[in-house]
């Protein structure tokens, strides 16, 4: 946050569960236009029809339009939950792995970092969510395992100083959904808000964005940094707000 763009009020969608969240970070839409609107949700097996069908026959990821559009890109993703790799389109993807637990999941993606310094690399920690579900949001538990993901973030960090790319990379941390309880899924503001932080080159530094961010909005900015063309069935605008030295 100091180093970068950062806002802890951006704004999931509903529901406030893990697909319909994570399918609109990479999918640069809501459940209205993407159609994944539970944690029931197949490419087989769905309620609402999606607006768009990208090359992978599920609407467009970004990671979708990176391989259209920068067909030499080296594209990863290690993602702790296993549902998360359902959510992208598979033929998109140079490394695509599941790895359970956060501490392996950073352990790999660091390897991934030095080995192959990715053109785009997508990172999934389950563990805090894991802690809100078996202890409650914002409980001891709960911020000792935000404090260990930390860790792991400043892992991968490191990796990219080993690997050389560091002041070329952008960094994005964002989360799928808050919580309340030991739950979430519900309409209420500590569901629904979320953080986002960006740092890196072109982006200002120690500035909080005070402009409304939508999570989908991620997406359009990671387009907008790699200057892809979005798809026309993203309702989803780049972070502007956050662009720019300063």
């Not at 950062?6 to 529901?15: C, E, F, S």
């Not at 409650?136 to 990796?159: C, H, M, R, Y």
């Not at 900015?221 to 030295?245: D, N, Q, S």
């Amino acid at each position: 946050m100091r180093e970068g763009s950062y806002t802890l009020h951006a704004r999931g969608v509903m529901p406030t569960s893990s697909s319909p969240n994570w399918a609109s970070i990479i999918m640069g839409a809501g459940p209205e236009q993407h159609g994944v609107t539970s944690n029931d949700w197949e490419t087989n097996k769905f309620e609402i029809t999606p607006v768009a069908v990208g090359s992978g026959g599920i609407f467009p990821t970004i990671f979708g339009i990176l391989r259209e559009q920068r067909p030499g890109a080296f594209i990863a993703c290690v993602h702790d939950w296993d549902g998360f790799g359902r959510l992208l389109e598979p033929r998109a993807m140079d490394l695509l792995e599941n790895v359970k637990g956060s501490p392996n999941t950073a352990r790999r993606a660091a390897e991934v970092i030095r080995q192959r310094k990715p053109t785009f690399l997508f990172v999934h920690f389950d563990g805090v969510d894991h802690a809100g579900h078996e202890f409650g949001w914002k409980t001891p538990q709960f911020f000792q395992a935000v404090a260990e993901v930390d860790g792991l973030i400043g892992n991968l960090l490191s990796a990219l100083s080993e690997a050389g790319i560091r002041d070329q990379t952008v960094v994005i941390m964002t989360a799928d959904h808050g919580g309340k309880g030991k739950s979430h899924g519900e309409p209420t503001m500590e569901e629904i808000e979320i953080p986002i932080i960006l740092a890196g080159p072109g982006i200002k530094r120690g500035h909080e964005i005070t402009g409304p961010v939508n999570t989908y909005d991620t997406a359009a900015t990671v387009a907008m940094l790699f200057g892809l063309k979005a798809p026309e069935a993203w309702i989803a605008k780049p972070i502007r707000e956050a662009m720019g030295e300063k």
